[in-house]
C-alpha cells in the first residue's frame, strides 16, 4: 500500500503523483470530492520520481490549471 499526494492536471483525470505512490492495483481517494476512482498506469520516471495514471470516472474532473512561467515577472506573487 502506497500513501501521498497527487493533482488532476486535466479534466479527462490524468494524474500526477510521486513513483513511490504506484502500487497496483492503484485506486485514488479524493476528500475534497469524497469520492474514489480505480486508475491505470500511463507513465514513470523513476529518476525524476513522478508516476502519470488516468483515473478511470465518468464525466470531466475539476483539475489544475497550469499558468505560463513566460507571464512572471520579478515580484509577482500569486
Known sequence: MGLGTGMIINPEG???????????????????????????????????????SKLIALGLLPHVNFGDSDDLAVGSGW
Open 14 to 52: 490524468y494524474i500526477l503523483t510521486n513513483n513511490h505512490v504506484w502500487v497496483e492495483p492503484l485506486r485514488s481517494k479524493f476528500y475534497c470530492l469524497r469520492s474514489e476512482y480505480p486508475a491505470k498506469l500511463v507513465g514513470t520516471d523513476p529518476k525524476r520520481i513522478w508516476v502519470s
